[in-house]
Nanobody
Framework: QLQLVESGGGLVQPGGSLRLSCSAS????????IGWFRQAPGKEREGVSC????????NYADSVKGRFTIFRDNAEATVVLQMNSLKAEDTAVYYC???????????????????WGKGTLVTVSS
């Protein structure tokens, strides 16, 4: 059974950084379109960022552009979401999953495959 595992969440102060990793059990994420999503308490899940299978294409939600970076860590066989300049509104449970394509990211979820993991909690607070 395909299963993705998110890790790297935690408590960080505003302005701080965290590095989230998405990995798979029993196989690598090479050649798969992967997206990061988040769900804040009381809100709908939203798209944060995605990367194409080749790594050549990336997209970001407007709310995280310039602060978050998605990339493939080939040595670790993971997809990383590097989050800098974190804000309180970034507080959420973050998930990764497969995507049919890496397109627009935001409130509407496009081309998302239903392989949600348990997520990793990011709390930005002083």
């Amino acid at each position: 059974q395909l299963q993705l595992v998110e890790s790297g969440g935690g408590l960080v102060q505003p302005g701080g950084s965290l590095r989230l990793s998405c990995s798979a059990s029993g196989f690598t994420l090479d050649h798969y379109n992967i997206g990061w999503f988040r769900q804040a308490p009381g809100k709908e899940r939203e798209g944060v960022s995605c990367i194409s299978g080749s790594g050549a294409r990336t997209n970001y939600a407007d709310s995280v552009k310039g602060r978050f970076t998605i990339f493939r860590d080939n040595a670790e066989a993971t997809v990383v979401l590097q989050m800098n300049s974190l804000k309180a509104e970034d507080t959420a449970v973050y998930y990764c999953t497969f995507m049919y394509s890496c397109g627009k990211m935001g409130a509407i979820l496009y081309d998302v495959m239903d392989y949600w993991g348990k997520g990793t909690l990011v709390t930005v607070s002083s």
